[in-house]
């Protein structure tokens, strides 16, 4: 039997048929084109998933569950979104609206929760507590304990880039100071890049972007350490410590058997890995053996655990 | 049917009687007496028992479970208390030892963990998640979900007071910088005191202690705060911040339904909660709504928390 998974994001929604293996055998992604009407954007989730089921050369009775992943607070419960600031959703019953087409019960979660959940099927037992971080524009999280998704009061808890790391620090865009994702997010490193560049004139990560200091990237102070620059060293060894600090915070609250990180800088490696893992162990309470790894799913965690919300609560 | 509590401190061994409705029907103290064997500490805490079964007229027969809760890190699992500073404790067997004297079954789990569990039967529902932080000399915590105590991987979970809120501000005892309990425990409150007289001399806290800066207390500032103090109000303004910047990063990660504050803080009642709650309202997630209050059954809640560890996981 197949599952259906819908991630619904501002930019794609990507619908993806996903087997008993939690393997993604056909996916079909479209623009979300936003701004637009919770009607319309739930027309286009319709056409994404039928053509990803028709590339499966399946029906929807082929389907024995379909779930969807949504930005924003979503009471899992009732399958509403609560609000969700760039979709320009307030209380829509999406998991309703997308119920009645389907002709079948469709659960709805927050994206980085179910995210989290498709990374937990592959590489979490119902021992683990895993949190998911998914590091960006800014950084997101999800929290699986005892197997299910944990999403604390009103659904509001794993806001992992907004504890404060640093109450005198740099200012985030939520408001606060020194958030977890001023310090750490890939836009972060990006400016953290940018100054260590315009502080060393010298470095190569100025080559490496043709002299043009716009388009350093989340990728360039990575680049520039893979080829012996010590100004890149540094950049990226400050932001691993400042990775570390939030990821410390997270095991000495929530004591996780496993962190999972995903998002751009995820794909460096071991080279975020190692620095990172080096300060944990300097920093973790003596007990704990938290491990920290990269998510194995990338960008279909989201569909794989929209896919199976049905044995996600 | 009644259960037997006990509460082992590096200072006390307490032992109480709980009745159904969760209220010490009887109490015995003693000293623990440090540093001596866990074999000597086991036969007090025998004593202990004993006694406070005599003062309720009962025998270990009319006990339908008993409970410990120790310090330090506690396999609550199989009973054994794998490491305790102040106890010198490492790898103790404390619930086999006390087993084989009671006669039956005894659980133990960490202290902070078992008070939690107290103040969650007398405040909490199953659907909340709570978390009871105690204030003292330090800063503990103990996290409840869903009706259980949860302690993380290797019941390393829960330290709060590690949390680093300012990773550039002042030493922790942990030898980080920043840590929550740095700024928010009742010795960090006595230090900020402190600093505050001395740059006002005529701070009427300084008649509060008799001109003599070593008796500041954590009470001092909330004294003068109460007689139109100037100085030690901006101190508990000042404190108070300090507190919630804790307070709404447990908020961002564990979204708890409640907030429970136990120690010699939470005495002040509204002085202290007051300006937490103001401070947590600006700084929330837009959809959490947690209660913060002080707990309920004081230094009782670890006594009650132990006696019912038996349902506790």
């Avoid at 979660?109 to 590091?135: H, M, P, R, W």
């Avoid at 790391?165 to 958030?179: L, M, P, Q, T, Y």
Wanted: hydrophobic share 40%; proline share 2%.
């Amino acid at each position: 039997m197949y599952k259906l998974g819908i991630d619904l994001g501002g930019t794609n929604i990507a619908a993806g048929i996903v087997d008993e293996n939690y393997s993604v055998i056909a996916k079909y992604s479209m623009p979300t084109l936003l701004p637009d009407t919770p009607k319309n954007i739930v027309g286009r989730i319709m056409d994404a998933s039928y053509k990803a089921l028709k590339r499966a050369n399946l029906s929807v009775d082929d389907i024995s569950s379909v779930g969807i992943g949504s930005p924003g607070a979503v009471d899992s419960n009732k399958g509403i979104v609560l609000f969700a600031n760039n979709l320009n959703f307030r209380n829509v019953d999406l998991g309703g609206m997308l119920s009645e087409k389907f002709g079948k019960k469709v659960y709805c979660e927050n994206d980085a929760n179910a995210a989290a959940f498709g990374e937990y099927l592959v590489t979490g037992s119902k021992e683990d507590t895993l949190v998911a971080i998914t590091i960006g524009t800014g950084i997101g999280g999800g929290i699986i304990i005892d197997g299910k998704i944990y999403s604390g009061n009103r659904y509001s808890g794993g806001e992992l880039g907004h504890m404060v790391i640093n109450f005198e620090g740099i200012k985030c865009s939520c408001g606060r100071r020194g958030c977890f994702e001023a310090y750490a997010s890939a836009n972060a490193l990006i400016g953290q890049t940018k100054e260590a560049m315009q502080k060393n004139l010298n470095s190569a990560m100025w080559s490496l972007c043709n002299g043009n200091i716009n388009d350093v990237t989340g990728k360039t102070a990575f680049d520039g350490l893979k080829i012996g620059d010590a100004t890149a060293k540094q950049v990226v060894e400050k932001y691993a410590d400042y990775v570390s600090i939030g990821l410390v915070d997270i095991i000495n609250t929530i004591g996780p058997s496993k962190i999972c990180i995903s998002g751009g800088i995820s794909n460096e490696g071991e080279y975020i890995l190692e620095p990172i893992r080096r300060h944990i162990e300097l920093n973790r309470p003596i007990n704990c053996q938290t491990s920290v790894y990269v998510a194995k799913l990338g960008n279909d965690a989201g569909i794989v655990g929209a896919a199976n919300l049905d044995i996600s609560r």
